[in-house]
């Protein structure tokens, strides 16, 4: 399984310190501790070299000290990570409000960790306990459920609605992990009525019931999170739309075949259809009704350019909720 950055970073970050403290290690025992070969170890080191203080001038780069023939490494100048942190009035607010927000939500972290790190703070002077108060939104009243059968291994029914059919379905759920992807908790479960391994927002789970079946343990199980949760269906031919400026972020929060720049009025430039700027996209979408409703929601800054029959989907759509505000 490749690495991912996180990864990298995590142990090129841990390397610092560690050798800080150990100067004149070998490059093979920095590869068993850290579990990579020396190899990489050796490219982790070469990062560190261009890494420093903002300014980057030689004498602001972290100082590695190699000695290839004996095989070792130590660190003359660390840049300040071997330092320990220290919060400033601001940072420790903000941190705190984050870490009571955090323990309640009931299912999502643990809860003593977080209470631990509170009481730390307090006793490094962070004067937050009396002038913060936090209460976090109830986003997903169906967390403590879905946290639940995870750790007892129980099978879920769930009432859920999918936005991309603007339906609401009930299934029977093996719930294998929970994640948190761009924003959002996600349940990862083998559904049943689809007879896969498949994602859930935990936000769009409107009923939610334990069972007592035992929920079925899966074979494999890829410990990677995924970057995004929407998989387009392969099946369905992709539709050009042009976006605005403004409708930009589509093309990198969904999977799109093509992308071509449209030109920005300048001196001797005429806009493109009236328009300025923008992209032109080719996007495999949930289906037509999802195109439709992803159309809607951008508000007009999105155009359907080569599927007419959805284009006229979206201006009838569009001219009945104007209707209903009337």
């Known amino acids: ?9 995590a142990r090129v970050l841990g390397l610092v310190p560690y050798i800080s403290r150990r100067p004149g290690v070998a490059l093979a025992d920095l590869a068993v501790e850290f579990g990579v070969s020396t190899e990489q170890i050796s490219a982790d080191l070469d990062l560190l070299m261009v890494c ?21 490494v130590s660190i003359a100048f660390d840049a300040g990570i071997e330092r320990p942190v220290r919060l400033t009035s601001d940072e420790a607010v903000a941190l705190t409000v984050a870490l009571r927000a955090f323990a309640d939500l009931p299912g999502l972290v643990d809860a003593d960790a977080v209470y631990s790190a509170l009481a730390k703070l307090e006793q490094a002077g962070a004067q937050t306990a009396d002038a913060v108060r936090v209460s976090a939104a ?55 009525a689809a007879d896969a391994v498949r994602h859930f927002r935990v936000d769009r789970i409107e009923e939610i019931r334990v069972l007592d079946e035992p929920a079925q343990g899966q074979l494999w199980v890829d410990s990677d999170i995924p970057e995004k949760m929407f998989h387009p269906d392969p099946q369905i031919p992709p539709v050009t739309l042009r976006l605005e400026p403004a409708a930009r972020w589509v093309a990198e929060y969904y999977q799109t075949e093509d992308a071509v720049e449209l030109p920005v009025a300048g001196r001797g430039r005429q806009p493109v259809d009236g328009r300025d700027g923008g992209l032109r996209v080719r996007l495999r979408g949930g289906g037509d009704e999802w195109l439709v409703r992803l159309v809607l929601s ?29």
Do not use: F, K, N
């Not at 000695?67 to 070792?72: K, P, Q, S, Y």
């Not at 007892?152 to 029977?172: G, H, N, P």
């Not at 359907?304 to 009337?326: C, H, K, S, T």
């Open 298 to 326: 951008l508000g007009g800054s999105a155009v359907i350019e080569d599927r007419p029959d959805l284009a006229v989907q979206v201006a009838e759509r569009a001219a009945q909720a104007l209707a209903a505000y009337r």
């Open 52 to 72: 420093g203080l903002p300014g980057y001038y030689p004498d602001d780069l972290i100082d590695v000290v190699l000695d290839e023939e004996g095989g070792t």
């Open 1 to 9: 399984m490749s690495e991912t950055a996180t990864d990298r970073l």
């Open 138 to 192: 109830d986003a997903a009243p169906a967390l403590g459920a879905v946290r639940q059968a995870i750790d007892e291994s129980r099978q879920i029914w769930m009432r859920y609605y999918t936005a991309s059919r603007d339906a609401l379905t009930e299934r029977i759920v093996d719930p294998i992990r929970l994640l948190v992807t761009d924003g959002h908790s996600y349940l990862e479960g083998y559904c049943h």
